[in-house]
């Protein structure tokens, strides 16, 4: 069983960054792609981007591209999803997850959540 924290989640403003962390419980975190769901209030969960568990490849959806980055610890079994230039269409609950990079995926495991609010 793996289990998935996320942590880095707050309040910002439209044009800040934020940067937000997904450590794996075990090792065998390594061993599997991850990546990164976001569900706004109202909304179906969707995905956000995802990395190769090598670190080597990452996948984004449209509406993040060019502002987002993933990468990858794996040291310490953690990703990291760093957001930059926010907007308010942005604020959502963000999940890591295991083992998907792409939206046709259905995730296995999942972090608790963390909350990123972004004002306008």
């Known amino acids: 069983q793996v289990q998935l924290v996320d942590s880095g989640g707050g309040l910002v403003k439209a044009g800040d960054s934020l940067r937000l962390s997904c450590t794996a419980s075990?090792?065998?975190?390594?061993?599997?792609?991850m990546g990164w769901f976001r569900q706004a209030p109202g909304k179906r969960r969707q995905f956000v981007g995802g990395i190769t568990k090598d670190g080597d490849t990452t996948y984004y959806a449209d509406s993040v591209k060019d502002r987002f980055i993933i990468s990858r610890d794996k040291a310490d079994n953690t990703i990291h999803l760093q957001m930059n230039d926010l907007n308010p269409e942005d604020t959502a609950m963000y999940y890591c997850e295991i083992p998907c990079v792409n939206s046709g995926c259905d995730p296995t495991y999942w972090g608790q959540g963390t909350l990123v609010t972004v004002s306008s």
């Open positions: 075990s090792r065998f975190g390594s061993r599997y792609n």
